[in-house]
């Protein structure tokens, strides 16, 4: 297999169920052609959790900032357009005390610019 290739749910209930079956982990990866160490890593993981499907990855992560503060954003832009996005970051600091990145500005403004 590829090295960055996942390993499907069904051959990881493969690996377990030969695993318990009483195979080798030699035997059972070169049958379902993955890494012996890969082989290993799924039964010792059903061994201690009992788990035998991969674990979701990734999720989403908290937003910098509220839909209240977003609307602070608004009407700084609504206010004057011509503000540079250090000028808003610097304006969101000084006048609201909320201290953000001009990425985290910027996908605000675009993020206001689709909801048009």
Known sequence: MNKNSKISNQDRERIVNSYINGNSILSISEV????RTTANAIIKKYQTTGKVHADQRG??????????????????????CTL????????LQNEYGITV??????????????QV
């Open 101 to 114: 990145s001009k990425s985290t500005v910027n996908r605000v403004i675009a993020g206001l610019i689709t």
């Open 84 to 91: 540079s996005l250090k000028d808003l970051t610097l304006e």
């Open 59 to 80: 999720g989403s992560r908290k937003q910098a900032l509220s839909d209240e503060q977003k609307n602070i954003v608004k009407s700084l832009i609504d206010g004057n």
């Open 32 to 35: 379902i052609d993955v890494k």
